[in-house]
C-alpha cells in the first residue's frame, strides 16, 4: 500500500511540473501580420506597416488596402486619386457592369 501512495505522489508530481508551463510556451505561434497586431505587438509606422515580436520575428502587412472598391455602383472610376480611402481605379476589365464600352 506504501508503495501504491508513493508512485502516486511521484506521478501526481510529474504531471503537476508538465501542465506548469508558461503561458508564453502555451501560446500560439505568431504567424502573420495580423496575429503579430492581435497579440499586442509593436508595429511600426513604416511603409509598408511592420510588426515586431517580444523575440525579435518581423512581420510586414502583405499590401494595406489603400484604395475603395467601388465596382458595381454604376459608376466608372477611371481616373483616381491616389491617397488612401479613394476609389480604386476601374477598367472594362476589372469592372466590366460600370465601364461598358
Do not use: H
Not at 3 to 10: D, E, K, P, T
Not at 35 to 59: H, W, Y
Amino acid at each position: 500500500m506504501e508503495i501504491f501512495r508513493s508512485s502516486a505522489l511521484i506521478f501526481a508530481l510529474v504531471l503537476a511540473s508538465c501542465s506548469s508551463l508558461t503561458a508564453e510556451q502555451k501560446a500560439k505561434p505568431i504567424l502573420s501580420f495580423e496575429e503579430c497586431v492581435a497579440a499586442g505587438n509593436q508595429v511600426l509606422r513604416s511603409m509598408p506597416p511592420k510588426c515586431v515580436t517580444k523575440d525579435g520575428l518581423i512581420f510586414i502587412q502583405e499590401k494595406p488596402n489603400t484604395c475603395i472598391d467601388k465596382c458595381g455602383d454604376g459608376e466608372c472610376q477611371e481616373i483616381v486619386c491616389q491617397a488612401i480611402d479613394c476609389p480604386c481605379a476601374e477598367t472594362a476589365e476589372s469592372c466590366p457592369e460600370d465601364c461598358k464600352s
